[in-house]
């Protein structure tokens, strides 16, 4: 209902299809609120994390042209300070979710202004910079949707799930993390900032929440495992704090298969299920599920096969598809395909180029930078970046 509410108020301040509103929530309810209130108003979600610099943040604001800032009535006051000190040409209007939802005449459900087949935006989310100015990736609402409910169907999530959001706004794992498991009538765990960085801390949220899915880099990965391994981690036993568990998903970067195992040895009763997938597509684009006994013949932990309706190709410098085994890079097809980025020409006909190898027309590849092989079995494994090869 507060959703429906911060719809109607939202139409009411000129918020129309496929328009870009920043969201400066903290992980909350008020997030929640914020995003499905969006979706629903037909506008663009363009979430940025309240921990950027002023700088970051006015660059994003400007760039995407946001005229509207969704934020929470604690930080509105913050947020419209941040914003004067910014030097904005234009200062984008600040409203708080709780008082926009609570002046709403009307629970009325409103039909998105959405464009054919679910083309229209769902969000765009900026990418680190870590290369450069930050890139807006749009992703489609049909492939926001196609992701979600494949995360459905290869976690088998389930009414009496728990899912942890640990993840900030500024990555889009995020949005599976707050909304997939409310899809089947699950539960999502807010797990504050603080508590998601610390490994110690994770895993006791992780047993107070009694939290059954989990996602984490392989860096924090890490760092739990060794908490396991040395007996420090919280009271009530070692092991005791992810007794809920039942999935662990790893993501965001290479999974060493030393470090898994090691989990797997201790854990093995909690299914590890390996993650990949850059921005630039909606979220994850392969899954592989990582047993013991391959990880430890292989030595590698593969990523998998592509997710429902998404299509991977390993392609050659020739332009053509490698065989079994032959090293190239990695192309992405299908429903997940993002738009391009916002405001950006130029790298988007860079990027996401014509699809030739079994799309239709119309339908676009992205081109991920990342080289990877196929193995005998179908799966694909991550083998570095197309610049870091000789």
């Given at each position: 209902?507060?959703?429906?509410?911060?719809?109607?108020?939202?139409?009411?301040?000129?918020?129309?299809?496929?328009?870009?509103?920043?969201?400066?929530?903290?992980?909350?309810?008020?997030?929640?609120?914020?995003?499905?209130?969006?979706?629903?108003?037909?506008?663009?979600?363009?979430?940025?994390?309240?921990?950027?610099?002023?700088?970051r943040i006015s660059w994003i604001l400007a760039h995407s042209g946001c005229g509207v800032v969704l934020t929470t009535r604690a930080r509105r006051r913050q947020v419209e300070q941040r914003l004067r000190q910014a030097g904005l040409?234009?200062?984008?209007?600040?409203?708080?979710?709780?008082?926009?939802?609570?002046?709403a005449t009307s629970g009325r459900w409103l039909e998105a202004e959405a464009g054919g087949e679910g083309r229209q935006l769902a969000y765009i989310i900026y990418t680190s910079g870590s290369t450069g100015k930050p890139k807006g990736a749009m992703i489609e609402q049909r492939g926001m949707v196609n992701h979600l409910l494949a995360k459905v169907e290869t976690l088998?999530?389930?009414?009496?799930?728990?899912?942890?959001?640990?993840?900030?706004?500024?990555?889009?794992?995020?949005?599976?993390?707050?909304?997939?498991?409310?899809?089947?009538?699950?539960r999502v765990a807010i797990v504050g900032g603080e508590e998601a960085s610390e490994p110690g801390r994770l895993l006791e949220a992780v047993r107070r929440e009694q939290v059954t899915v989990l996602e984490v880099v392989p860096s924090m990965l890490r760092v739990m495992v060794e908490?396991?391994?040395?007996?420090?981690?919280?009271?009530?036993?070692?092991?005791?704090?992810?007794?809920?568990?039942?999935?662990?998903?790893?993501?965001?970067?290479?999974?060493?298969?030393?470090?898994?195992?090691?989990?797997?040895?201790r854990r093995g009763g909690v299914e590890v299920v390996n993650a990949y997938g850059p921005t630039e597509c909606s979220d994850d684009v392969t899954q592989e599920v990582v047993e013991l006994e391959r990880?430890?013949?292989?030595?590698?932990?593969?990523?998998?096969?592509?997710?429902?309706?998404?299509?991977?190709?390993?392609?050659g410098r020739g332009g053509e598809v490698a065989g079994i085994g032959i090293s190239g890079e990695i192309y992405v097809g299908g429903e997940g395909v993002g738009r391009g980025y916002y405001g950006d020409g130029k790298q988007s006909?860079?990027?996401?180029?014509?699809?030739?190898?079994?799309?239709?027309?119309?339908?676009?590849?992205?081109?991920?930078?990342?080289?990877?092989?196929?193995?005998?079995?179908?799966r694909l494994e991550y083998l570095g970046r197309v610049d870091q090869q000789v």
């Open positions: 209902l507060r959703a429906q509410l911060l719809a109607d108020r939202l139409r009411q301040q000129g918020v129309t299809a496929e328009q870009p509103v920043a969201v400066l929530c903290e992980r909350g309810l008020e997030l929640l609120v914020a995003m499905l209130g969006l979706w629903q108003s037909g506008g663009v979600y363009v979430p940025i994390d309240a921990d950027y610099p002023d700088e040409a234009r200062p984008p209007l600040v409203l708080a979710v709780e008082d926009e939802a609570e002046a088998r999530l389930r009414g009496s799930d728990t899912v942890a959001a640990t993840a900030s706004t500024s990555f889009d794992i995020s949005v599976w993390q707050l909304m997939a498991g409310l899809l089947v009538g699950g908490e396991i391994e040395s007996g420090a981690a919280a009271a009530g036993g070692a092991g005791a704090e992810e007794a809920s568990l039942r999935v662990l998903m790893v993501t965001g970067e290479e999974l060493e298969a030393g470090l898994c195992a090691r989990w797997l040895r990880v430890e013949r292989e030595r590698r932990v593969a990523i998998g096969r592509g997710l429902s309706n998404t299509r991977m190709y390993v392609v006909g860079e990027r996401y180029v014509p699809d030739w190898l079994g799309g239709g027309s119309g339908e676009r590849l992205y081109r991920t930078g990342d080289v990877g092989r196929y193995v005998g079995d179908g």
